[in-house]
């Protein structure tokens, strides 16, 4: 059976840590331990899944509300953002997934606490000392299931109205385990495919789709149970037997229990690495007093 994941990592553990065409690294900042991997050719993108591009990871201790704006690991994990980001010009957020379904509310839930600025123009903001804020746009796009429209359509219509230099867009994601759930954060500037972790594929969101730099970033909320009952049991699951983990055809995942609390906190910290990603001429407590 295929192990189902959005993370980069660990579709390397399934493909095997010595295959080819991959630049693997890692290294500790600030108390995080980080990845970086770079998927380089065609035949890795095969055998990996995962399309040609970078892949970031941060593992994190746990996701605790202890942060402030003055916290180093909120530096760190923006300045590994803000390395695929274009330098200069109008950046569109967008907060992708379902804010009634608690496991798919991590982007809309992202979004409320991105920092828009692309209307803070002209003489006040000269006066006040905001002309140095980047302009940035942030949108919430729903789910198909909601608006009938696909995700990428949505994103397409808006990218050519407003003309951003890049899409940075926030999802939640699927692993292969449960202790990287609410623990590992992946940031890659290959774009996203929502819901492929979990079988439910949507259009796929990239530079060639939208025609302009899309970069993902999302912390893993559920694993899907046939992925997680195979991966526990290695060779000793049965094909037979993944019909009883889909009773009625139903594809059915885990989450863990404090899910409210997981989602809420992942939002903040990456809300708040974003804002320093996209605003570094500002202090991170100065942007949180515009918030």
């Known amino acids: 059976m295929r192990l189902r994941t959005d993370l980069a990592v660990e579709a390397r553990e399934i493909a095997g840590e010595h295959i080819g065409g991959v630049d693997f690294q890692t290294y500790g900042e600030n108390g995080l331990s980080i990845s970086r991997m770079t998927v380089r050719t065609e035949r890795a993108r095969q055998a990996m899944g995962k399309e040609i591009g970078t892949y970031i990871t ?10 402030t704006a003055a916290d180093k690991r909120l530096q760190t994990i923006g300045a590994e953002i803000r390395r695929l980001l274009p330098v200069h010009g109008l950046l569109l957020v ?13 982007g809309p839930r992202t979004a409320d606490r991105v920092l828009a600025t692309r209307h803070i123009t002209g003489e006040i903001a000269r006066a006040t000392g905001l002309d140095r804020l980047r302009p940035v746009a942030v949108m919430c796009t729903g789910v ?29 994601l699927a692993s292969r385990r ?9 940031i890659s500037d290959t774009g996203i495919s929502p819901g492929a ?60 229990n404090e899910i409210d609390l997981l989602t809420d906190r992942a939002s903040r910290l990456i809300a708040f690495s974003l804002n320093a990603a996209m605003q570094n001429d500002f202090s991170l407590s100065d942007l949180v007093s515009l918030m």
């Open 144 to 172: 198909t299931g909601q608006t009938g429209i696909e995700t990428g359509e949505y994103l397409l219509s808006v990218v050519k109205r407003i003309r951003p230099n890049a899409v940075i867009a926030v999802d939640a």
């Open 178 to 186: 449960l202790e990287r759930l609410g623990r590992t954060l992946q």
């Open 197 to 256: 972790g979990v079988g439910n594929h949507r259009s796929r969101i990239s530079s060639e789709t939208i025609g302009v730099p899309v970069i993902s970033v999302g912390v893993p909320t559920v694993v899907d149970v046939q992925t997680l009952a195979g991966d526990l049991l290695g060779s000793d699951f049965k094909d037979d037997q993944i019909k009883g983990l889909s009773p009625d055809g139903q594809r059915m995942v885990v989450i863990p």
């Open 58 to 67: 941060v593992e994190l201790p746990s996701l605790t509300d202890n942060f």
């Open 94 to 106: 967008a907060g992708l997934g379902n804010r009634d379904i608690t496991p798919d509310s991590l």
